[in-house]
Nanobody, 114 residues
């Protein structure tokens, strides 16, 4: 299963970026979708997740700044990131998760300069 993530880049603190992840329709329609990130020297951590039914949850560090959403017509999940901070710098990974399977996309680098 291939998850294709895009939208990373370099931005100044306070700026915005939008990440997008495309999944196969059979995966997208039933799996929970999420974004994780991994900074150098740190463990991968959950950023935001949205269930197949549209319920969302966020890491405390991004609440109020990031928004995750699903587009069922395009089989994509997006992460809108506003008011970015240097500590948001990391490689961001798209994830599709069910009770039995998990799939990861290639990471996309997000760098926030101070």
């Amino acid at each position: 299963v291939q998850l294709q993530a895009s939208g990373g880049g370099l931005v100044q603190a306070g700026g915005s970026l939008r990440l997008s992840c495309a999944a196969p329709r059979n995966i997208f329609s039933v799996f929970d979708m999420g974004w994780y990130r991994q900074a150098p020297g740190k463990q991968r951590e959950l950023v935001a997740r949205i269930t197949s039914g549209g319920v969302t949850n966020y890491a405390d560090s991004v609440k109020g700044r990031f928004t995750i959403s699903r587009d069922s017509a395009k089989n994509t999940v997006a992460l809108q990131m506003n008011d970015l901070k240097p500590e948001d710098t990391a490689v961001y990974y798209c994830n599709a998760q069910s009770t039995r399977q998990g799939h990861w996309g290639d990471g996309t680098q997000v760098t926030v300069s101070s």
